[in-house]
């Protein structure tokens, strides 16, 4: 049961950061098998308070932002580093044949549809995007090089953990906010900032973790009506340390966010969508690589748009080919420069001439350098956003995509959407968390930007 709601543990405030804290003492003598369950239930208690709001994620963090420093806590057991070639390993799935693209014909190369394609998407569509993502509970909290030394994490890296290693980390962390998560997720919430209609695919189990997801995506606008899974994992979490340099550490129990299958996905959402939004991070289960083919057909079928997010260099060297194949499903593509460069095995300057033609638009970011948009007849170089302050980069490449596709939806010119999207980065960089704590719309609308209904 939720506590009352004045004693709710909302970020920032001191009960939250009780909350965070009580478990610590049980966590560090509890059993490998037991860090699970005590994590799910303590981050159900410190969670029940969220607003579910873009704000949520970041609000009142100011207190414990400031003692990033000395903030940390000692780890009380040892973390084994997940390895790339291990990660592959463990995701490998039973029947090897599985492991072969989609299990179905190669894709037959790109053939960009015309123009006018756009602008009956646009007005024909009862949602601007739907994602299909990891659904994940964030946890965020500061922390120093020291404490990632202490912990042996890679700064700025991602990797997959088991339940007992993000417990074991959870309980070392310095208390932080925690907020429905997951990149699709965050991107589909910075649409939903912008004033777009959006629905999101994505599983969560029959937990607290799970509830407090649900109404969270609902309480942005957000259609989610993915059927939560009964019996099985628990809802997954990413514990983010965030160095004062505004650097992002992320270790991810993935839980019941892989075990999303074909028959999660609603026809019905995705054939009402401008344009269907894939996050690379689910390119590891079979399963849901089905499910991104079976999305993209349906997609495609209604005269949709299909877009990806490459989501992690790590992705792309696990299934390179398997996505390069893919490309031939997608209408646009987003990477980062070091995504770009992994996925051709180049330099930046020729892996934006090999992907040119592979889809309709590629949107690559380039951090301070801004972000390229390329299609197969120009390109457009957009400029950063002015930020007073890089506080934490966690969500930047989310919201980038959310600008991206919002302005897409809407029948923007391309330049417009890259600068919507620099504008949608911009803002998540100033602040802890991974979405909007300001309304993109009205930021939008002041910055002189014309969004059409």
Not at 26 to 44: F, I, N, Q, V
Not at 173 to 193: D, F, K, L, P
Not at 366 to 392: N, Q, Y
Request: with cysteine; glycine share 10%.
């Amino acid at each position: 049961m939720a506590p009352p709601a004045s004693r709710r543990a909302t970020p920032g405030s001191p009960n939250f950061a009780r909350t965070c804290a009580s478990e610590k003492p049980a966590m560090e003598t509890a059993a490998p098998g037991e860090r699970a369950g005590r994590l799910s239930a303590t981050l159900g208690r410190a969670g029940a308070g969220l607003s579910g709001s873009g704000a949520a994620s970041g609000r009142g963090v100011t207190a414990w932002a400031a003692a990033a420093s000395g903030a940390e806590a000692s780890a009380t057991a040892s973390r084994a580093r997940i390895m790339p070639a291990q990660l592959a390993a463990a995701q490998a799935p039973d029947n090897p044949a599985d492991s072969r693209a989609f299990a179905r014909p190669a894709v037959a190369p790109y053939t960009l549809r015309a123009p006018a394609s756009i602008e009956f998407t646009r007005m024909t569509a009862a949602y601007d995007v739907a994602g299909i993502g990891n659904a994940i509970v964030d946890v965020i909290a500061p922390a120093t090089d020291a404490f990632l030394a202490e912990q042996q994490l890679v700064k700025g890296s991602m990797m997959l953990v088991d339940a007992a290693q993000s417990a074991a980390l959870y309980a070392a962390m310095a208390a932080g906010v925690e907020a429905s998560g997951g990149s699709a997720g965050n991107t589909i919430a910075g649409v939903g900032s912008f004033g777009g209609r959006a629905a999101y695919v994505g599983k969560v189990a029959d937990d607290q973790l799970g509830r407090v997801f649900a109404r969270d995506m609902r309480a942005n606008g957000v259609r989610f009506d993915t059927p939560p899974l009964k019996d099985g994992l628990a809802t997954g979490a990413c514990m983010i340390n965030v160095t004062p340099d505004g650097q992002r550490t992320m270790c991810t129990f993935l839980g019941a966010a892989n075990q999303l299958t074909v028959a999660d996905i609603d026809p019905a959402v995705i054939e009402a969508a401008a344009v269907t939004y894939l996050e690379g991070y689910l390119f590891d289960p079979a399963e849901a690589r089905a499910a991104f083919a079976e999305a993209a057909s349906l997609a495609h079928a209604a005269g949709r748009q299909v877009s990806i997010t490459l989501s992690d260099s790590f992705v792309v060297e696990r299934h390179r080919e398997a996505l390069l194949d893919f490309l031939g499903s997608v209408d646009v593509l987003f990477a980062n420069e070091a995504e770009l460069t992994a996925l051709f095995e180049t330099d930046f300057d020729a892996a934006a001439a090999a992907v040119r033609g592979r889809c309709r638009l590629a949107a690559v970011t380039r951090s301070e350098k801004g972000s390229v948009l390329i299609t197969p007849e120009e390109t457009h170089a957009v400029p950063a956003a002015p930020v007073d302050k890089v506080v934490d980069t966690t969500g930047a490449g989310d919201q980038y995509a959310a600008g991206v596709l919002f302005g897409l939806a809407r029948g923007l010119p391309l330049p417009e959407c890259g600068r919507l999207g620099s504008l949608a980065a911009a803002e998540v960089i100033s602040h802890y968390g991974p979405r909007p704590m300001t309304s993109l719309k009205e930021l939008a609308t002041s910055s002189g930007y014309r969004l059409a209904a």
